[in-house]
């Protein structure tokens, strides 16, 4: 994470989540303004792809470090679908590896100095558990057809509480992009705030006295590394819950 706001050199801890135009495109009145939360995610679809072809590209019966690390990172998304979703879940692996190594790539990128945490941004989080939502309801109807709609209803319900539950039901269905978007919004902004705010206190309580800034520089190396497992972690949390959506999509409860 940039401990540096992207003004250059302010003291506001959300300075570093504010969207700047990186390159300035107006086409035909049309705005098609490069930003550099556009840049870090264009850098990471290209990493993603680098580290996933070019390890794939040299395979040897004997893997190197990264050709361990692609077969780990697959091993690690089909197994999560099949313990979540079972053996109907395969199809769909793609889905699932492309959006947990897109997020990841994007967290781990905003730990770097003077970068930009995409996933601090709402609409970006929104954007995809919002891509994951209308996805999952495309499969229940694709398999289910309007049968999909019993799952508003679990089974062994009485009939005179359809008209309490059905609600609950749907409010609690359609409510599942707006928690998951918060989630990783709300983890990612905070973490990188604290972080931010320990930091500032480092120059000034160092500046005469070593001991009082050897603390909050100990609080920012401990934030830090904090950051880093949090930055998979929610990646992880993000991808599990897209599949436990899709479990409940095509197995209907």
């Known amino acids: 994470m940039a401990t540096d706001s992207q003004g250059g050199g302010g003291h506001n801890p959300l300075e570093q989540f ?50 361990s690390l692609v077969e780990l990172s697959y091993e690690f998304i089909a197994n999560m679908i099949r313990d979540n979703v079972g053996n109907e879940g395969r199809p769909y692996f793609p889905f699932v590896f492309s959006l947990f190594m897109f997020i990841l790539f994007c967290n781990m990128i905003g730990m770097l100095p003077y970068s930009f945490t995409v996933t601090s941004q709402i609409v970006v989080t929104f954007g995809l558990a919002f891509v994951v939502f209308i996805g999952v309801t495309i499969v229940g109807f694709v398999r289910h057809g309007v049968g999909f709609f019993g799952f508003f209803l679990p089974q062994g319900v009485p009939g005179f509480l359809a008209p309490l539950v059905i609600p609950i039901e ?3 269905y359609l409510i599942r992009p707006v928690s998951l978007g918060l989630r990783l919004f709300a983890n990612l902004t905070a973490g990188h705030t604290m972080l931010k705010v320990f930091a500032g206190f480092v120059a000034p ?32 949390v993000f991808a599990v819950l897209s599949c436990i959506y899709l479990h409940d999509a095509i197995h209907m409860h």
Not at 31 to 50: E, G, K, W
Not at 220 to 227: A, M, Q, R
Not at 228 to 234: C, P, S, Y
Request: proline share 4%; charged share 10%; aromatic share 8%.
């Open 205 to 236: 309580l160092g500046a005469f006295y070593i001991v009082p800034g050897a603390i909050p520089m100990a609080a920012v190396v401990g934030l830090t590394l904090l950051e880093f497992a949090i930055a998979f972690l929610q990646a992880y």
């Open 18 to 67: 504010a969207v700047e135009t990186w390159i300035d495109i107006d086409v035909a009145g049309l705005d098609l303004d490069i930003t550099n939360s556009a840049r870090v995610m264009a850098i990471a679809t290209a990493a993603i792809i680098a580290f996933t072809m070019l390890s794939i590209g040299r395979r040897s019966m004997v893997p190197g470090r990264m050709q």
């Open 170 to 172: 749907l409010l609690s």
